[in-house]
Structure formats: C-alpha cells, structure tokens
C-alpha cells in the first residue's frame, strides 16, 4: 500500500480554513475583524505540517517570519504608512436647535481634528431638530472620551452620540 502525504497535508490546510473562517465576524458597520487570528490559526497549522514532515529548520523560518509579521510590521506601519491608515473611523450624531448652526457645527467639528468622510443632515419635525450623522475618521490614539467631550463642548450642539468602529 503506497500513501501520498500531499493529499494529507493537503486536508489539513482546507480543514483548518473552517474554523479559521469561523473568526472572521462580519459587523453590522460592514467592518470585518479577527484576520489576524485566521491568519495565525492558518500558519500555526503549516507549521505543525512542517514540524511533522521533519523540516524543522524551515519551521523555526516560519515561526520567526510570523513573529516578525505580527509584531513587528505594525509598528514599521504606523511610521511608514499613509495617514489614513493612521485612523480609527467613529460613527458620530450630532443634534443642533437649528438649521442655521448645521454649517458652524460643520467647521467646529473639523477644528477638533475630525475628519469627516460622508455625511447626512436630518430634518425633526416633531422635535424640530437638524442632525447631521456621519462617518469620520481620528487619529488612532485618540480616546473616545475625549473626542465625546470636544463634540459636546461645540456651541449650539444639543446631543452627541458617537461609537467607534
């Protein structure tokens, strides 16, 4: 009886894909998360292929590179990378007594360093309120405590609702 182990590695990799996939959650902001760890699942079990094929130099390369990969390319990333990649997105409600503050309440917004992506203004008849919501982008560092207070603290802005994404 011949065995080819190809084959075997071969459903190794497309079996551990299932539960890798499985850490990829799709959020209802349409942002997707756990790459990482998928990707991490995925080539601790390449490495253990390896190891089990006897090459065990070549797996000691493969653990450094995926060391190297997670630790240290996001800190070259944060120097080296475009300013939008620098950013954490927020989804921001603002609500102002009325229309004539919608345009100032636009400016002091960008004063605090807030970049605004897309925007949408909404008419309250009930309550007879302007809300601007928008998807916006801050610098990663910044709290979201402290970007709460800069929009609360801009004239004529009643409420703030902001969730980071």
Do not use: C
């Not at 130099?57 to 944060?78: D, F, H, S, T």
């Not at 300013?83 to 007594?97: C, M, N």
């Amino acid at each position: 009886m011949t065995m080819d182990p190809l084959r075997l590695s071969a459903q190794i990799v497309s079996g551990i894909g299932f539960p890798g996939a499985g850490v990829i959650p799709h959020r209802e902001n349409d942002t997707i998360s756990g790459l990482t760890t998928a990707a991490m699942i995925w080539g601790a079990a390449g490495i253990g292929i390896i190891v089990g094929a006897g090459f065990y130099a070549a797996a000691l390369a493969g653990i450094i590179l995926i060391i190297l990969a997670v630790e240290m390319l996001p800190v070259v990333l944060r120097f080296a990378a475009p300013s939008r990649l620098q950013e954490k997105g927020l989804h921001i409600k603002l609500r102002t007594a009325s229309h004539h503050y919608v345009k100032e309440t636009l400016k002091d917004v960008k004063k605090g360093k807030i970049t605004v992506k897309e925007i949408r203004i909404l008419y309250d008849e009930k309550r007879h309120t302007h809300s601007l919501v928008f998807a916006a982008g801050v610098h990663f560092k910044r709290r979201t405590t402290e970007i709460y207070y800069t929009l609360y603290e801009i004239p004529h802005v009643q409420s703030v609702e902001l969730e980071s994404t």
